[in-house]
């Protein structure tokens, strides 16, 4: 699976929209980008992925580049509760393909 | 939909002692699920992968014997730490694979502590 590359931390304030970037530049044209956040002391969560087109759910809306090297998680109305570890992985979408998690971004909310 | 269970989500044991961990997709079938464990501060490491009906898949380094692995029925999995010792003590995560995207769900996480 592809390396990706994500900033230690970010803050943001409380309302406001996050943007979490990741940079994966050796991507493989058949791996998704997969987006998970840890919450302190709790298993990952899911949140998005996606191929080479953009993609939103209730939670967060993914923008991926068009040479699809790197992507922006944006998160539109940020809360307290969204303080937590975001995980940008790349993989290959077929039976039993893992997830290799990396450092990944802490985001902290603040009020 | 898409929900995983881990029980227990904390157990404290003395050294020498085995301690089963169970995964439980509760609303789909996995025919695939996966153990990580996770130190203090660290990122989530993938101890082994496993298949329904065969033998679990173990990553280089995670010892098999000693971190026995049953996935007997497509909707549980389970995790024996034999004989812990106190570098055992971790986070223990399983994950299952939802088959018609294939994207794996978390369970909550085990805190294992060995005395």
């Known amino acids: 699976d592809a390396k990706t590359t994500q900033p230690p931390s970010m803050d943001c304030a409380e309302g406001r929209a996050a943007n979490l970037p990741c940079n994966h530049s050796t991507i493989s044209g058949n791996e998704y980008v997969y987006w998970y956040r840890q919450i302190h002391s709790q298993g990952p969560q899911y949140i998005i992925h996606g191929l080479k087109n953009n993609e939103t759910n209730e939670m967060a809306s993914l923008i991926i580049t068009e040479d699809r090297k790197s992507s922006t998680l944006i998160l539109p109305h940020a809360t307290l509760r969204d303080t937590a570890v975001y995980y940008c992985i790349v993989r290959v979408e077929t039976s039993g393909s893992r997830l290799t998690f990396g450092e990944g971004t802490q985001l902290t909310v603040n009020p | 939909g898409a929900v995983v269970s881990q029980h227990p989500s904390r157990v404290i044991c003395k050294s020498g002692t085995s301690v089963k961990i169970e995964c439980r997709s509760l609303?789909?079938?996995?025919?695939?699920m996966f153990w990580y464990r996770q130190f203090p501060k660290q990122s989530l490491m993938l101890m082994a992968t496993s298949n329904e009906g065969s033998k679990a898949t173990y990553e280089q380094g995670v010892e098999k014997d000693k971190f026995l692995i049953n996935h007997a029925s497509l909707t549980l999995s389970t995790l024996t730490v034999t004989s812990a010792h106190p570098e055992d003590s971790s986070f223990y995560i399983c994950?299952?694979?939802?088959?018609?995207?294939?994207?794996?769900?978390f369970g909550p996480g085990t805190r294992l502590t060995v005395l």
């Open positions: 994950s299952a694979m939802a088959g018609e995207t294939d994207t794996q769900y």
């Open positions: 609303d789909f079938q996995a025919t695939t």
